[in-house]
């Protein structure tokens, strides 16, 4: 099933002033085009298609950049320009479009997710908000009636419909239209209502800019701080009668040889949370050249990693360790491990994992000579 939008664009908007296009000019670091048509790609629409003006070169100049952007020509007025755009759309096999005003950039995830989903039970369906204020008539200075509010709503995009309903709706429309709902309407088709969203206004006016501006800056404040980082450690086996391994001592045959305890497990999870926040590696926070980590213990190393996450205002969210070897065997102990990893890093034992693999007797860990791990840690800062 393909779901395509067709962004309407090919307008002049000259009511929001500045001489140029409303969809063209530039938004909170971008064009006003550029946040309408980022919203369907991060919704995973199959295509997206862009009706605009062909002899605009500010448009040519917006749209450059958008190398996977089908492009349709405008017409006289907006029927014209959805008729063709649907028409350019024909061939795609394309089973619901959404149609969408090109000045509404600030349009949000879940009212696209909830527009189409209401297409899985209706022919047609649209955004709108109940009207909440008094209503007047009047003239341009004085009012001269009120008019009852109940069951108005004021209109959003995007709408959407079944394409083949759409498409056969506007080829047979005679006369202007409002919106896509009122050709949907006038051809017959049942249009459901899908709640709105107070955020997802049009510019039309110059001081719908700032507004549009203030609600994609406070949209991008409120995104947290994700950070994913790995670590990757190895200790060759050595002489002695344990290893440690995670924070626990299991009995074996060898030792494990290195600078500090050689915690191999506990050094890929250091790195981890280092790497995530950018901030190197055990070597450079603790240099092997310096004596005085000789023969430290490892959770030394990852107390620092983690209370400097937190002093960056970081909370670790998960960590993922991998240990490498044919023998010790990891499994007897691997939920005592996963308890002291989150007894150290003062996390619930349920966000840390400690797992174990062989490497099917292939390579140094397959031949014995010694263990090696993996480790992924999440960071987030709200």
């Given at each position: ?38 919203a369907f790609q991060e919704a995973s629409v199959d295509l997206i298609m862009v009706v605009r003006d062909p002899d605009n070169p500010d448009a040519a100049q917006a749209l450059a950049k958008h190398k996977d952007i089908l492009l349709a020509k405008g017409g006289v007025d907006r029927s014209t320009s959805v008729r063709n755009g649907l028409i350019a759309l024909d061939k795609m096999n394309v089973d619901k479009v959404l149609i969408h005003d090109a000045a509404r ?278």
């Open positions: 099933m393909t779901t395509a939008v067709l962004i309407v664009a090919a307008g002049t908007g000259t009511r929001a002033g500045g001489g140029v296009a409303k969809q063209w000019r530039p938004l909170a670091g971008k064009r006003v085009i550029d946040w309408t048509i980022a950039p600030c349009v949000p995830a879940h009212l696209i997710t909830e527009v189409l989903c209401a297409l899985d039970t209706a022919p047609a369906a649209a955004p709108g908000l109940a009207v909440t204020d008094a209503l007047w008539t009047g003239t341009a200075h004085e009012v001269t009636g009120t008019q009852d509010r109940s069951n108005l709503y004021a209109a959003q995009t995007p709408q959407a419909f079944h394409f083949d309903a759409i498409l056969s709706a506007h080829l047979a429309l005679d006369g202007p239209a409002a919106d896509d709902v009122e050709v949907a309407r006038k051809a017959g088709l049942s249009v459901r209502i899908t709640q709105g969203d107070i955020n997802n206004i049009k510019i039309t006016r110059p001081e719908d800019f700032a507004r549009a501006e203030n609600i994609l800056r406070s949209s991008m404040d409120s995104i947290p701080d994700i950070r994913l980082g790995n670590g990757y450690d190895v200790h060759r086996f050595g002489p002695g009668d344990q290893v440690t391994l995670c924070g626990i001592e299991v009995p074996h045959d060898r030792g494990l040889q290195g600078h500090s305890d050689a915690d191999v497990g506990m050094h890929a999870v250091t790195d981890a949370l280092y790497g995530a926040m950018a901030e190197g590696d055990i070597g450079r926070h603790f240099p092997p050249s310096d004596p005085q980590w000789k023969g430290a213990a490892s959770e030394i190393f990852l107390r620092h990693a983690v209370d400097l996450a937190l002093s960056k205002g970081f909370r670790i969210s998960n960590v993922d360790c991998t240990l490498v070897c044919e023998f010790p065997k990891i499994g007897p102990h691997a939920e005592e491990m996963r308890s002291r990893m989150a007894e150290i890093m003062n996390m619930d034992r349920d966000r840390v994992s400690v797992k174990a693999t062989t490497s099917e007797r292939l390579g140094f860990t397959g031949r014995g000579e010694g263990i090696a791990a993996l480790a992924t840690a999440t960071l987030v800062r709200a």
